[in-house]
């Protein structure tokens, strides 16, 4: 059982930064590969980034592509999205998610409660 906390959503400006964060729980973390989706309201919930268990590999959506970079810590089981170059449309609350195939298939078996990212013109 794994359990995910975030953090560091905010308000921000077009062209500034944030660094979201999750706590996970659990002595399996880092067996898990890490992501990052985000989800406005009426949409359905979206890939942004992922990591796999060992940091070895990461993939990111074309729209944030350059922009935001996720990273890992395993002994502090915490995963991070730095985000830069931030736009309106970045605007969403975001999950945090693990899972053990999430790196091949998008699955994850465990949710954070999401944290609100507001980008303001």
């Known amino acids: 059982q794994v359990q995910l906390a975030e953090s560091g959503g905010g308000l921000v400006q077009a062209g500034g930064s944030l660094r979201l964060s999750c706590a996970a729980s659990?002595?399996?973390?880092?067996?898990?590969?890490m992501g990052w989706f985000r989800q406005t309201p009426g949409k359905e919930r979206e890939f942004v980034a992922v990591i796999s268990w060992d940091a070895g590999s990461t993939y990111y959506a074309d729209s944030v592509k350059d922009r935001f970079t996720i990273s890992r810590d395993n002994a502090k089981n915490t995963v991070y999205l730095q985000m830069n170059s931030l736009k309106p449309e970045d605007t969403a609350v975001y999950y945090c998610?693990?899972?053990?195939?999430?790196?091949?298939?998008?699955?994850?078996?465990?949710w954070g409660q999401g944290t609100q990212v507001t980008v303001s013109s």
């Open positions: 659990g002595r399996t973390f880092s067996s898990y590969a």
């Open positions: 998610a693990a899972g053990a195939l999430l790196m091949g298939t998008g699955r994850a078996d465990y």
